[in-house]
Every structure is written in structure tokens, then in C-alpha cells.
């Protein structure tokens, strides 16, 4: 079992641009969440997702952002028309059920320039 | 609002002896509270949780402490390894209604000196 699996780890976009994320969840987990740490703070919730389903989006900015997570493949976070601000790391995380004792990923690092 | 703080950004022990870590909280509702150790470039990795029915819980080196009275939560990590530095966020969550989210402090960066 690999684990969370994130990618890219590293992404550079020029402000306007989209930025695509992905998480694959550990196998057997359903349900994933989405975290967001920007620089010298603590992880923000953004949004939890079942197959097909999200379930609570109240950390999501109103615009730009939308997740998924499709009955196959990987959950996929989508900031269209980034800027400067949205530069963080954006971590994801899987559990086998809504629970706390979830599996972080090790974070994808966005860098808008 | 910050409903989860960590008021201590750094700490800074002596390899063998104790570390403690402190989290404040401001909402009643919490009732279930976890602490999570982050290394550079890593996600955060589950340590220790504590439900609000009890004052503490133990787990080899870790202890986890709640004042529920003082809305007041600490970790102890004894004896302390160099190992151990790294950045430790607390974490806190209401079940009545919810689906798993977490509310996290700013985060303590732990160095342990050898």
C-alpha cells in the first residue's frame, strides 16, 4: 500500500493560469479531504469528498476553486486563474470511513508567480 | 477566528528531557483532539488523540493532557529524542454533526539539541 499519493509535488504557474491537483487516495479510502497550509500557518480544512459526492465544502473559496472525486481516478483539486495568494501547500487526506484518524499525503506545493 | 492556538511558535529541549506542548481552544462544542508531528516537505503524520471523556491518554513516550474546564490541552513527550524535532500542530473536532473535519493550530516547531 503506497499511501496517499499526491502529485505533482511541485507546481509553478504564472498568475491567470489553472492549477490541477491530484490525490489518490490509499486503497480501500473513500473518503478524501483537502487541506490548504499557507506559509507560517497551520492546515485550513477546504473541502471533504466521497466517490461522486462532496460532502462539506465550507472551507472552499466561493470562487475559483472546485474539487471532485470521480467513481475512477484520482480526486482532483482545480484553481482556475490563480494569483499570488493561492500559493501554499495543499494537502490531501484519505480515510476509510468519515473519521479523524485519516492518512495525510505529503502535500503538493504550489508556487504562483 | 482562531479557534485552535499553539501560542508558543518554538521550543527548544535538551535531548532526555521533557517536552510539552501546549494548544488553547475556544469552542465548547470540541470534543475530540488530536496532535500531528510534520517534518519538512512531508504531510503531517497522526500521533496521539484524546476524546473529551477523558483527562488523558498515553501512548509509549506521548502523553496527551485535557483541561476541558480550561478548554486547555498539552503534549508530553518524555524523554525527548532528537528525532522528535519537527513541527507538532494540534487539532480539534466537534462529532455532533460532523464528517471528519479538523481545525488546526498554528503549529510549535519542536528542535530537541542532542
Known amino acids: 500500500n503506497a499511501g496517499v499519493m499526491q502529485n505533482p509535488r511541485h507546481l509553478v504557474r504564472r498568475r491567470g493560469q489553472e492549477a490541477r491537483l491530484r490525490c489518490s487516495p490509499m486503497?480501500?479510502?473513500?473518503?478524501v479531504y483537502w487541506y490548504r497550509q499557507l506559509p507560517e500557518e497551520g492546515l485550513k480544512f477546504m473541502v471533504y469528498l466521497q466517490k461522486e459526492n462532496i460532502i462539506d465544502e465550507s472551507g472552499m473559496p466561493k470562487e475559483r476553486f472546485s474539487a471532485e472525486f470521480p467513481k475512477e481516478g484520482p480526486s482532483i483539486l482545480r484553481i482556475q486563474q490563480v494569483v499570488r495568494g493561492d500559493s501554499a501547500a495543499y494537502f490531501c487526506a484519505s480515510s476509510p470511513r468519515g473519521a479523524y484518524g485519516y492518512t495525510f499525503g505529503s502535500g503538493t506545493r504550489l508556487t504562483v508567480v | 477566528d482562531q479557534q485552535v492556538k499553539q501560542n508558543s511558535p518554538s521550543l527548544s529541549v535538551q535531548e532526555g528531557r521533557i517536552s510539552i506542548l501546549n494548544c488553547d481552544y475556544t469552542?465548547?462544542?470540541?470534543?475530540?483532539f488530536l496532535w500531528y508531528k510534520k517534518y519538512p516537505a512531508e504531510g503531517p503524520t497522526f500521533l496521539i488523540s484524546?476524546?473529551?471523556?477523558?483527562d488523558k491518554n498515553e501512548d509509549g513516550r506521548f502523553t496527551v493532557f485535557l483541561n476541558k474546564s480550561a478548554k486547555h490541552l498539552s503534549l508530553h513527550i518524555v524523554p525527548s529524542q532528537p528525532g522528535d524535532s519537527a513541527v507538532y500542530f494540534c487539532a480539534a473536532s466537534a462529532s455532533t454533526g460532523n464528517t471528519g473535519k479538523l481545525i488546526f493550530g498554528q503549529g510549535t516547531t519542536l528542535q530537541v539539541k542532542p
Open positions: 484524546i476524546s473529551s471523556i477523558k
Open positions: 469552542n465548547s462544542m470540541f470534543d475530540y
Open positions: 486503497k480501500g479510502h473513500s473518503h
